[in-house]
């Protein structure tokens, strides 16, 4: 008779040895039921490939039903470690024979030392974990993408995570010490002026709920959906030396503009451009720029006039009008979408159409050199150009009469039909040359070809 030689040889209890990856399974009796998340893995792969593993798995050896050692052992402390080095297997980052570092324990019931690893640990507190992270940053010099790869998470997160550790320290206290929820601190982080966050949490009544803090923060700021952000643009301003608010925590439409007077100063310059073209192109008296429409100018207004186009331009708008109408036959019965050609040959046609119906009207030659125009921000966020206001002081002179009986205008004789004076009138009391119609061109999604 013969017996079975030893297949392996068991370490010691306790004894610290290296084992191949391959050779470690889950212990059947591990406390953790429920698997390690994804996220888990992820990050405890990713802090692995940067720092190694800290801390040591512990094993015992596994045994067959006769009792005899397989080779293999199974881990009672460290699974999701060892979940994570499987997973750069996978990635190919290591072999599968990865020496790992274990200690061999052979005198705890493994059961109850998996569940003692689990119950008696107690993670950090989320305010330890928010300044540990900024300190990081700020120590070392990682940015949010680097400190992200070598935790195993986000940039996201570690923006969030840096933000609130910029907190003020004083409410960082407060939050520690129960006074602040989570939600609160989000909310004061979205400034990292630590003043400003704790005049307003000094302030703050019965009612402290997290958008009345945001509220409170941003008083002074500009909201980025305001008519004035809105014109200026995100680009220009930061690009003048302003500086976004961003709320990590919570959709903020693009943030708040935190210096209102440099937004103001920067919409000015903007419209005064814009004022400055019209009156080089247009030759108005004057141009004024305003951010609000000036209520009190107390000035007359006058208005276009209309006036008779020339055989030219009569036969170029009917011309357009008639392709337009040519092609808008043709396509606004189809089942596809425009060719780009057609497409965009109906936007010109429009385009001209519309430029040669703007010349029905005009101002007065003579308003144009005595008048002046507003241009003014919007309530969309867009230069609002109105025309035809008079100052007081470039009214024309009141007519006198001569000794003769005949009138005079500003030293200037006229006939007594007037012919010489002429005076302002809305373009509503003309009646247009002659009747028209337009036929608007169809979006591409909706002109079709069966």
Known sequence: MTTKAKTATVPENGETVFIPLNKLKKHPKNARKT???????????ASIAVKGILQNLVVEPERDSEGEPTGCYLVSIGEGRRLAQMLR????????TEPIRCVIDTANDAAEISLDENVTRENLHPADEFERFRELSEDRGWGAEEIAARFGTSAHVVKQRLRLGAVSPKLIQVYRDGGLTMDQLQAFAITDDHARQEQVFENLSYNKESWIIRRDLTACNVAASDRRAVFVGAEAYTEAGGNII????????????????LLDRLVLDKLERIAADIRKAEGWKWVSA???????????????????L????????DAAQEELERLTTEWEDGDTDLPPEVDQRLAELEAEIERIDALRHAY?????ARGGVFVVLSHEGEAR??????????????PEEAEDGETVIDGVRVNGD??????????????RSRPRTRMRRKTASRCRIR
């Open 35 to 45: 698997p390690h998340s994804e996220a888990s893995i992820e990050a405890k792969a």
């Open 89 to 96: 297997v996978k990635r190919k980052e290591i072999k599968k």
């Open 246 to 261: 961003r709320d990590l925590f919570t959709e903020d439409r693009g943030g708040f503009y935190e210096d209102a007077a």
């Open 290 to 308: 305003h951010i609000d429409w000036p209520h009190a100018h107390g000035m007359r207004r006058t208005y276009p006039q209309t006036v008779e």
């Open 310 to 317: 020339s055989d030219e331009q009569e036969a170029a708008y």
């Open 364 to 368: 007065d030659p003579d308003e144009i």
């Open 385 to 398: 150009i109105e025309r035809g206001f008079i100052r007081a002081e470039d009214e024309a002179p009141e």
């Open 418 to 431: 007037g012919e010489a004076w002429r005076t302002t009138t809305r373009a509503s009391a003309f009646p």
